[in-house]
């Protein structure tokens, strides 16, 4: 068996950084929804919504300490996988990352210890900002990791010195690259659906247990509130952003609609099987001229073909081709879902219909998978280049030996997939012991019998 | 463009602040690492509830300066950064995944039944042991020298391991250990303070034995180190030095006997940071030792100068708000259920 260090290395990468934005994914959504949480509960003074926040505020406790622990594992991959890359594009990515750590990491963590341990000890108000703060702080992390992100797609701001040295030119150029606006809103806006079907989902469970009830309503109403607003601003976000990838990655949006030759006139391809060999797509289910529409706007406009490219310019067609119909896919069932909710809701059924309930249930893990398959496209899309256009993933490896890669990479399998297991086991233990039934049983929000101090 | 570096030394700063994360790393999250290395041995389940309730509120905060060096490194001598990660391949992958299980452990500890409870503490135990061992070991053979070719690493995967860095990760194991000792002292009582206070002696004297070796050893493992501190006149320049740590360790000892509370966490604490400016004099001007100067392997003076802005801004803000964060949660520990 022959080790690749750069295949094996790109696994690993992979891996690691799909299990860690499963993490962050909720925790944006989370941490903004507790602050709205907690902000009813000031304002009304409903003990239902503290009690709901008691609740959540465990499980963010639980995906926060594994985002943490995974993120530390990211920040050391550029250099223990990536050296070279990390040599050519230190000085511009490092300094994202940096501020990435100043103006957020800190403040999350320092805040979280408050904001899940400090019921007792601060005032109402402190208690609140402290959530806001953390609420802030996750979106500013979001900011300059995907600043960093959009950089290596649309490189700017930048000259090449000392042979093959990044250096900046710009500041503002390089953090606001052309494509970094559409990426931050399209991930702000998934985590935020993602947070609402998993909020929603669980109201489901509830409402089909009949326990839970008065929170329940809360929950699923707020979730049904995002799917009707927001899913529906998340396809046209990831109508622009796609239109901006076609701007600055056309070869990305050829493997996306699986068209192999240039024409005029294009059909959209819903499915089929893209074969790499052949250069064809077998099977497809089309429909005339509709991506000429969707991507130029005009029925004869030109759409690139893979074929195009060189073979070796080319991204993989087939996992590009698929996690894209499934992104869009879960989208579209997230836009049904906001239209079922505001039918359910004129029949005045949102809360007793049962199969709704197990619609909402079913589509718990939906924003997960789709924020995943949505990553799979744009990254595996911008092969074979880690800078796209300039530097190639080949050329970014480090010294390490393909058998050193591939034990690390086994040893964070079997950890992740440990501690994945425990950490859903202990959620799923969390919701079904559900919010504290009564206030005043317990003192604060994590059930200390008396004030500690 | 912005660009500081005609009135500013640039790399010296950066060296200065990159050092200053990594030392403040050392020391906060060596404490809650030390909490952990001393886990199962503490005399009850009670004891244990304190000790982790001690520091679950500040551990991740503490970990973010593991996140911090290794970034700012990336960010300030990304030529560094290239070079040395390979180098440590194993071992930093190695800290992380013990890392990771101590990290989750807080959590998953608390929400299981205290009978299941074991394999969480033993996951605490084992991976700060793991972390901490694996973090003296980088250091120890940081030290020795890395093997260099062009741009980047170029010695064997196994490098890393000598009976000099082994020896180094036996000994920040009990550097830890003080740390986490003594913190416990600070913030708990009765049982748990006597048994934290025995413990705090055991750990100086090893602490105390393996600094001396150290010292001694050092010297010999690159000339420059040895002219640098037994030369005239720098012998009596650097001589405070050795006999600082010398008076701290006798006031550590003091200070237990006096059956102080607070003074031998900052004692240890101070200890530690003699011991690195040791290390720092030692390793002067290398970022990677005996190859590779600070200036060589500085990023781009503009990248260095946006984040000095960064820095100068948002790191008191940061060191405010962490000491808020610890004003808060001052006070001694409950063994209560604190989630």
Request: net charge neutral; with cysteine; aromatic share 16%.
């Amino acid at each position: 068996m022959e080790f690749d260090p750069v295949f094996l290395s790109r696994i690993q990468f992979a891996f690691t950084i799909s299990f860690h934005i499963i993490f962050p994914s909720l925790t944006i959504g989370l941490a903004s929804w507790l602050a709205v949480v907690e902000g009813l509960w000031l304002k009304t003074g409903n003990n239902t919504y503290k009690e709901i926040y008691k609740l959540w505020v465990k499980i963010f406790a639980v995906t926060f300490g594994m985002g943490v622990v995974s993120g530390v594992v990211m920040s050391y991959q550029f250099g223990t996988n990536w050296s070279a890359f990390s040599d050519r594009t230190g000085n511009v990515l490092g300094p994202l990352l940096a501020f990435e750590v100043l103006t957020a990491f800190f403040l999350e963590a320092s805040f979280l210890g408050i904001m899940i341990f400090g019921w007792d000890r601060v005032t109402r108000g402190m208690h609140f900002v402290s959530t806001l703060i953390v609420a802030a702080g996750t979106v500013v992390s979001a900011f300059w990791i995907l600043s960093a992100s959009s950089w290596m797609h649309t490189p700017a701001g930048y000259e090449i010195l000392d042979g093959n040295i990044f250096h900046p030119t710009d500041w503002l150029d390089i953090i606001f690259n052309p494509s970094f606006p559409y990426r931050l809103f399209h991930m702000i806006t998934a985590a935020y659906l993602t947070t609402a079907f998993f909020v929603g989902g669980i109201a489901g469970w509830y409402f089909l247990k009949k326990q839970h009830l008065p929170h329940a309503r809360i929950m699923l109403s707020m979730a049904m509130l995002m799917a009707v607003f927001v899913a529906p601003l998340q396809i046209y976000l990831g109508d622009l952003h796609g239109l901006n990838t076609l701007k600055y990655q056309p070869a990305k949006v050829s493997a996306i609609e699986g068209i192999w030759e240039t024409e005029k006139g294009a059909s959209l391809i819903l499915f089929g099987w893209p074969d790499t060999l052949n250069e064809v797509t077998d099977y497809a289910l089309k429909i005339p001229k509709l991506a000429s529409v969707l991507l130029t706007h005009s029925m004869d406009g030109e759409v690139k073909g893979l074929k195009a490219w060189p073979k070796d310019e080319r991204p993989p067609v087939l996992p590009v081709f698929f996690s894209f119909r499934v992104m869009v896919g879960i989208g579209l069932l997230m836009v049904l879902t906001g239209l079922m909710a505001i039918i359910l809701y004129f029949r005045k059924g949102l809360f007793t219909q049962k199969w709704f309930h197990y619609w909402c249930l079913a589509m718990t893990p939906a924003g997960f998978i789709a924020i995943l398959a949505g990553w799979f496209v744009t990254e595996i899309g911008r092969q074979p280049y880690i800078v796209y256009g300039i530097m190639r993933t080949a050329e970014a490896r480090s010294p390490v030996l393909g058998e050193t890669v591939f034990l690390s990479l086994m040893a964070f399998i079997t950890v992740y997939t440990f501690i994945f297991g425990a950490g859903i086991y202990y959620i799923v233990q969390l919701i079904r012991k559900g919010p504290p039934s009564k206030e005043g049983a317990s003192y604060g929000s994590h059930d200390l019998k008396a004030p500690p101090l | 463009m912005l660009d500081f570096s005609p009135f500013l030394d640039l790399p010296l700063i950066w060296g200065g602040i990159i050092a200053f994360a990594i030392f403040l790393y050392v020391v906060l999250d060596g404490f809650d690492l030390g909490i952990g290395i001393l886990f199962p041995f503490a005399p009850s389940e009670n004891c244990r509830q304190k000790m982790m309730n001690s520091i679950a509120p500040f551990w991740d905060g503490n970990e973010t300066w593991l996140v911090l060096g290794g970034g700012g490194l990336f960010a300030a001598f990304p030529l560094a950064y290239a070079i040395l990660l390979p180098a440590f391949y194993i071992p930093l992958t190695l800290m992380l995944l013990g890392l990771i299980f101590r990290g989750v452990a807080f959590e998953f500890r608390f929400r299981t039944n205290p009978e299941k409870r074991l394999f969480w503490d033993y996951a605490f135990h084992f991976g700060s042991l793991i972390a901490t061992f694996c973090q003296g070991t980088i250091l120890g053979s940081y030290v020795e020298g890395i093997t260099v070719s062009g741009r980047s690493f170029a010695g064997h995967p196994f490098a890393w391991l000598s009976s000099f860095s082994l020896m180094t990760g036996v000994a920040l194991i009990f550097g830890y250990a003080l740390l986490g000792a003594t913190w416990t002292l600070m913030k708990t009582e009765g049982k748990t303070q006597d048994w934290a206070r025995k413990v705090a002696y055991y750990a100086l004297t090893y602490v105390g034995f393996f600094m001396g070796l150290v010292s001694l050893w050092v010297p010999f493992i690159n000339d420059d180190i040895f002219q640098r501190w037994f030369s005239l006149p720098n012998l009596i320049y650097l001589s405070p030095i050795p006999l600082l740590t010398l008076g701290l360790g006798m006031s550590l000892i003091i200070s237990l006997v006096k059956k102080k509370e607070t003074a031998p966490f900052f004692l240890s604490i101070s200890l530690f940071s003699l011991g690195y400016a040791g290390l720092a004099i030692s390793l002067w001007p290398w970022i990677v030792p005996y190859q590779i100067s600070l200036r060589t392997a500085a990023a781009d003076p503009k990248s260095l100068s946006l984040m000095l802005i960064g820095v100068s801004i948002f790191l008191p803000v940061v060191l405010g708000y962490t000491f808020y964060s610890y004003y808060v949660f001052r006070g001694r520990s409950s063994h209560q259920e604190l989630y």
